[in-house]
């Protein structure tokens, strides 16, 4: 008895794109007759083709072993500690005085035109390092600001939150806004050189004593930033 394919054929429809495959089958016996010799043709459906089979099982381990990469780099991402969340809310504080010192500045007549474009720098770069500062607490589960009185608690030092190293005063800010010209200047220099090493000096801790890698880059970036524009800020004071 010889099996083939025709239009009557009950089988599963062939998956797009895959070919079925043709087994030779060979002195296939009938219910009770004992007389089929003969060959035949029998057509699998796509799913039982060795190949196919073959290229399912692969796909699925490499699925699998990407899954798994991916969950064990979330979570290498979400590590952090109290320096790391400390760090983030503090610092995101003292960004933001830092970008409203500079706005100040900015808006004051007859200032100098490189302090100006530094100025602009700070507001820019702080900015940006704020978006992101947000965005790993809200990553950690923490608060996206210190919602308490104190802070660098986190590195062992706590003080009242405005007193913070390097915070210019309300009063600072009030006298920066009154000026012009070489005054402010100077003035502006003044507060936000101070107000940088303070910044720095909160960030060298977390870049040595953070869990998270990013936070650590961030830690050591800022570092490397403010203290160029310290640099940057005194060259343009000194020009003439």
Not at 77 to 103: I, K, P
Not at 127 to 139: D, P, Y
């Amino acid at each position: 008895m010889t099996f083939t394919s025709d239009s009557s054929d009950t089988s599963l429809p062939e998956a797009p794109g895959s070919d079925n495959a043709v087994v030779a089958v060979d002195d296939i016996d009938g219910d009770g007759d004992g007389d089929g010799d003969g060959d035949g043709d029998i057509v699998l459906p796509w799913w039982q083709h060795p190949l196919n089979i073959l290229t399912l099982v692969v796909t699925a381990a490499l699925l699998a072993g990407m899954v798994g990469w991916m969950i064990g780099d979330s979570n290498s991402e979400l590590a952090h500690s109290e320096v790391d969340t400390g760090f983030l809310q503090d610092m995101r504080e003292h960004h933001e005085q830092g970008v409203y010192m500079s706005f100040v500045y900015r808006a004051l007549p007859d200032i100098d035109p490189g302090l100006s474009t530094v100025a602009a720098s700070i507001v820019i770069g702080q900015n940006q390092e704020i978006g992101r500062m947000v965005q790993m607490l809200r990553m950690f589960g923490e608060p996206e600001a210190n919602e308490g009185d104190t802070a660098m608690a986190w590195m062992g030092m706590p003080v009242d939150r405005g007193q913070m190293p390097g915070m210019a005063s309300e009063s600072d800010l009030d006298q920066l806004a009154t000026l012009s010209g070489r005054e402010a200047d100077e003035f502006f220099v003044q507060l936000m050189t101070a107000h940088h090493e303070g910044g720095i000096h909160m960030a060298e801790y977390a870049s040595g004593n953070a869990e998270n890698d990013e936070v650590q880059a961030m830690a050591a970036s800022i570092m490397t930033s403010q203290a160029d524009e310290i640099a940057e800020m005194q060259r343009e004071l000194d020009q003439p």
